[in-house]
């Protein structure tokens, strides 16, 4: 499985962007995505299930970002609203096939990983 993300760029505080994430194959059961700040440990940022009917979002994000899937071109959208300068980070996707989504938020969950994309909030 290869994952594909892009979408990353600079925006003021306030602003959006969408990232997408193309997976090349129909295997995986969940995607994620996770986000990684100089200096910080990568930080859980939400994650969905291949149907769709199970999303959970960190705690920082929620009520601002959403994930959501386009199955018919195999890629996973987090759009990203009210951005703030804390949300800057080096965003990655990941997948995985072998937990719940008592898991999702888990770095452990996740067998594939993309290369990450940057995002920069200015105040």
């Known amino acids: 499985v290869q994952l594909q993300a892009s979408g990353g760029g600079l925006v003021q505080a306030g602003g959006s962007l969408r990232l997408s994430c193309a997976d090349s194959e129909r295997i995986v059961s969940y995607v994620g995505w996770f986000r990684q700040a100089p200096g910080k440990e990568r930080e859980f940022v939400a994650a969905?299930?291949?149907?769709?009917?199970?999303?959970t979002y960190g705690d920082s994000v929620k009520g601002r970002f959403t994930i959501r899937r386009d199955n018919l071109n195999n890629t996973v959208y987090l759009q990203m609203s009210r951005l703030k300068p804390e949300d800057t980070a080096v965003y990655y996707c990941?997948?995985?096939?072998?937990?719940?989504?008592?898991?999702?938020?888990?770095?452990?969950?996740?067998?594939?990983w993309g290369q990450g994309t940057q995002v920069t909030v200015s105040s």
């Open positions: 969905m299930n291949w149907r769709g009917d199970r999303k």
């Open positions: 990941a997948a995985g096939t072998r937990y719940s989504s008592s898991r999702y938020h888990l770095l452990g969950a996740y067998n594939y």
